[in-house]
C-alpha cells in the first residue's frame, strides 16, 4: 500500500512539472484527487489494511493529499499570472481614441456676467429681488420723475402692449416696486430684462439685460461719497483692482445729482485706442442720488430718507469683458461661441 | 449740438486747450463726444479787390485784372469768370498756394498738402501771377459761374479766417435737463463758469425804426392762452430783399449743422444756435389784418406746414393765428400760408416761449420734430426773447437790407413766478459726503449766473437764473455744486452696515440658478433668446398656458409683433442657426419669461424649455451613442424633476386629440402634479419637423418654473436614515393589455401591496413572440423589506403571493412564467 502510494505521489508530482500545462495540471487533479481519483479509492479500500496500519496510511494519503493540492495551486497561479501578463500585453487600447462623453453644457455669457455681478453685490450686502417685465406708466416712468411728454422718455424709445401696459425700459422700475412695499434701510439689486425699440444690430438689440442697484436709509447716513465707495469697489471686484473708476456728471430724470461712471478703457488701460474713442475711458454705468420726487413718489420723505441708485448695462459690459464688438453674438446662439463658456458660475478671464 | 470754437470765441475767452476744455465739460455733465478739426480744401488764399479789368488781347472771354491784397502786394492775374469788375472784393491764390479740386467738402490737412503749389502761368501769351478763384474751386460749393464775391474783406487777410474755414467743431451730447446749453451762448457761460472766466459782453440795441408814414406797419399781439404761452414778442420789418446768405452765415450754419435756406430764414437760425432762442419770420403781407393771435386750435382742424404737408390739429394744439386762420404750429413749425418767399418784402418776426408740454405733444403727435420745437420742449430762456430780437434785426440789416417797420411788441401775458430754493446749512453736504463752506457753495452758485443771498445762520437764499428751468430743490442746487470742480472732490467711502446678516436672495432666482445647474450637468447648452416673436410662433407654439398673446402695439416688424407664449420659438431657431452652420446636433435650454393675456391683462410666467437633436451620449468609435428621442428627453426631465428635492408626485400623461398638436401624438405626454399640468415633453410632431428641415426626431421640453416651486418641499425636510436590514427581491411577470400604461401597473401594485414592499421597478417591457396580439408582458421587480428586522421567506412568499392575486384580479392580468 505504501508503495503504491509513494507511486502515486511521485507520477503526480513528475506530471506537475514546472511546465505543465492547465489541462495536464487538471487531469492530475481529477485522476488523483477527484471524486474517483486514485486517493479517493485507496481511503475507500481502507478497511481492508490492517487496523494497526490505517492511521499510518491515512496520515500518509492526507499528506500526499496536501502536497499535491499546494503544488496544484502553486501552479495554476504561476499560470494565472503568465495568462494576465499575455494579456495584458494584448489588450493594448489606442489611448488616443476619444472617450465615450457624458454631455456637458455651457452656460450663456450673459447668465455669467449677471451671476459674477450679483455675486460681488450679495457679498457686499445687497439682497437680490426678482421684480417683473411687463409694468405700469407708473412705475417705469412717472414714479421715476418723467412726467408725461418729457424728452427724457425719449431716451428711451418704449414698447406698449395696450391696457397701460408697457415693457419695462429699465430695472428701475425695481425702486419703486420695493420701496413701495418697504421701508428704508434697503440695500438691493434688481436683475432683469428691459425693452427698448431698437433692432437687433452690432450696438443694440430690442431687449438687453440689466441690473439696477439702490441703498437708501436716513438722510445723511448715504450719500454721493458712498455712491462712489459702493460702486468703485463694485467695478474693481468685477474688473480688477487696477481699474481706474472716474465719475462725471450727467443727468437721469430719477437721481439727482446724478453722475455716469466709466473705467479705464480695458482694451488699452487708459492710453486711447479706437474702441475707447482715443478717450481711454469706457462708459460703464448711470448712477445717482435718489431724486427727491422719486422718494415722494413712494411716500418717502425726502427731508427723512435719501439713498443711491444706479443701473448697469449688462450687455455691453459682457461685450466689453469678452472683447467682442457684436451684440447679436448673444442671440444667434451659435454652439461655437457658446461652447468657449463653463458650465459652471466661475469667473471667465 | 455742434459748437465751432470760433463761434464761441465771440463769447468768452479762455486760455486753455481744447482737450482740457472738452475734458472740463465733460466732467461737469456736458459731454463732448467728438473733436472735429475742419480745415479749408486751400492755402494761402487771401482777399483781394479787383483795381481793373481788360480785355485779353487774345481772347474774348479771358480778362486782364489787376489786383490788391494788401500788405500782400499788387498782382497781375488772368480770369475768365464772367462775373469779375473792377471793385469786387474776392479770394486771390497766389503763387505758391494750394487748391484741392474744389469739390465740395473735402477739406483735411493731409489732401492740401499733397496738391501741388501753383504755379505762374502763361494764358495766351500773357503771363498771370496767380488766379481769382470760384467757390467750387475753394472747395465751399459747387459754384463755379464765376469768382467767389465777397460783401466786405480787409485786402490781404487770410480767406480761411475770413470765412470761418479753419475752425475746430464740438459735438456735444446734450442731457434733456440742460436745454440752456443747446446754444452758442449757454455753452459759453457754461465754459465761462469751469475755468472762473466772465462771458463777454454782447451788445445788443434796437435799431432806429423807420418814421411813421413810409414802410411802417402796424401790428396786434394778443394772448389767448397765456398758460402755453406766457410770452409772445414780435418785430416787423421792411424793405427786405429775400436771398442768399453770405458765405460766412452759410458756413456757420453748415458747421452747426444746419442747411441754410435764405438770408432771413438763415438769421433765424443763427439767432437760435448762437442764444438758443427760436426765432420764426412770417411774410407780413400774409398776415390778415396784422394779428397775430395765439390761440388753441379750437375749431381749427388743419394747417399745411413749410413742408408742404397738410397736418391735422387737435382742439388744444397751440396755433399762432392772424385774424382768420392758423399760420403755424406753435414752437413745432410755420404755416405755408406765411412763408417768407422770393417776393417778401416785409417780414416778421416772432420770439416766444411757448411751454415745453405743449410744443411736445404736437410735436410728437405730429412726428415732427425740428431745431426749434426740440429747444422749446427743453425749456428755453424764460427771458431771452427780446434779445434776440434784437440780434436778428441786428443780421437782417446788415445782410439782407431791411429796417425795422415798427417797434418790438412783447406781450407778457404771465410773467415768470419769482424761484427761490432756500438751502439749509449742511444740506449740500449731508447729499454729497463733502463738507463745503457757506462761502464756496455761494461762489459756484453765482458762477453760474444764480442770485444768492444769506438767509441768516448759514442759510443760503438762491434764485435760480432764468435760463435754467432745471433747477427746483436743493438737490438740484447740490448737483451744480459738485459737478463745477468734478466729481472727484467727493470722496469714496464704505457705508455703514447696519446689519451684518447675509443678504437674501429672491427664492425664484435660486430655484433658476439651480434649475440651471441640473440642465447643464444634463448636457444641455443655455441659449437667449428675444421674447418678440410672430404671431405664427405663438400659434405654432402656444406653451403652457391656455392666455392669448400678448401683442405689441408699436412692433419693429410684423416679425417680432407679439410676445412669446413659450421658449420653444427661441430654441427651435437655435437649433435652425447651428444646423445650418454645419453642427449636427445640438442640444439646449432656456430659462425665461413668456407673456400671456390673462383675461384682459398682458401677464408674465417664468418657464425653462429645452431641446435635443441629434447624437447625444456616450458613443465613441465601435459604441453607438445615445441621440435625441422620446425616453432621452424625458430622462432628462426626470432626472431634473428628481433634483428638486421633495417634489410632489407627477404623471405623465399621452395628451388628449387637441392638446400639444405641435408634437407626435404618439410620442409626446403632458406632465402634471396633482391634476395640474406643470409641462410638457416630447417628439416635435413630423409635420413641423419636416418644414424645419429636420432629418431626425427633435424633441422638447418646456415646464412651468413657478408651478414647479410652488410644489417642491418647504424647508425643514426630515433625512432617513439607510435601512439596516437587507432587503429581499421577487420578480413578477405579467401579462397585460398592450395599451395599459406601465405607469398604471405600477400604481395597483404600489396601491395593493402589504406594508413590506418597499419599492418597485419596471425592467422589462416584451411583445410579440408567444403572446397574443394586443397583450404584453411587463417585468417587475419588487423589492421587500422590514425597517426592524430581516424577513424570512415565507413572510415574504407569503406577501408577495397576496400581491400577485390582488394586481391580477385588479389589471385583468395572467402571470407568465
Redesign the interface.
Known sequence: MREQLEQIRSRALAELAAEATESAIEDVRVRVLGRAGELTEIMRGMREVPAQERPAIGQLVNQIKTELEARIEALQGKLKEAALERSLTEARLDVTLPGAKIPRGHLHPITLTIENMLRIFNAMGFEIVATRDIEDDFHNFAALNFPPDHPAREMQDTFFLGGGLLLRTHTSNGQIRVMEQRRPPLAIVCPGNCYRRDELSVRASPMFSQIEGFMVDRAGRITMAHLKGVLTEFLRAFFGSDTAVRFRASFFPFTEPSAEVDISCLLCGGKGCRICKHSGWTEILGSGMIHPNVLRAVGYDPAEYQGFAFGLGVDRTALLRLGVEDMRLFFENDVRFLGQFPASNERFA | MKLPLSWLAEFVTVEAEVEEICRRL????V?V??IARVRPAFSDVVVARVLKTERHPNADRLSLCEVEAGPVGRFSVVCGAPNVRAGMITAYARLGSRLMSGVHGQGGVEAIEQAPPLQAAVIRGIKSDGMLCSERELGLSQEHQGILELDEGESGADLASALYLDDTVLEIAI????GDCLSVLGLAREVAALFGVKLKEIRLRPGKALKPGSDQVTIAVGIDAPDLCPRYAALPMAAVKIGPSPIWMRRRLELAGMRPINNVVDTTNYVMLALGQPLHAFDYGKLAGGKIIVRRAGNDREITTLDGIQRALMPDDLVIADAEKPVAIAGVMGGGNSEVGAETNTILLESAYFE??TV??TG?RLALRSEASYRF??GIDREGQVRALYMAAEIIRKIAGGREAGPIVDVDARPAPPREIVLEPGAIG?????ELPTAEVSRRLKSLGAWVTSGGKGKLIVAPPSFRPDLN?P??L??EV??LN???E??????????AA?????P??IFA?AS??V??????????????VASDDNQAYPGIGTGKP???????SAE?SE?RCSLIPGLV??LR??LN?Q?GA????EI??V?AMDG?????FERIAGIGYGE??????G?E?ISADFFMIKGIVESYLESIPGLAPRSFVAPGATSLAFLHPGKSAAISIEERQIGYLGELHPRAASHLELATPCVIFELDLTAILAYAAAKGRRVELPPRFPAVRRDLALVVEQALPADKVLKTIRESSSNLLESVRLFDVYEGGSLPTGRKSVGIACLYRARDRTLTDSEVNRAHAELIERVRVGLGAELRH
Not at chain 2, 175 to 178: A, L
Not at chain 2, 550 to 556: K, L, S, T
Not at chain 2, 600 to 604: G, L, N, R, V
Open positions: 465733460t466732467v461737469a455733465g459731454e463726444e467728438n442731457t434733456p435737463n440742460r415745453p408740454m411736445a405733444r410728437r420742449e427743453r449731508s447729499l454729497l459726503g463733502v430743490e438737490a438740484d447740490a448737483e459738485a459737478r468734478g466729481l472727484e467727493i470722496p469714496a467711502a464704505a457705508p455703514d452696515r447696519r446689519s447675509p443678504a437674501a436672495e429672491d425664484s432666482r440658478r440651471r445647474e440642465m447643464l450637468g444634463c448636457g444641455l447648452t443655455e441659449i437667449k433668446s428675444i421674447a418678440f400678448v401683442r405689441v402695439a408699436n412692433p419693429i417680432l410676445l431657431t437655435a442657426f447651428n452652420r453642427a445640438f442640444h439646449g435650454f425665461g419669461r407673456f384682459e391683462q398682458a401677464a408674465e447625444y451620449a456616450m458613443g465613441t468609435i459604441r451613442s
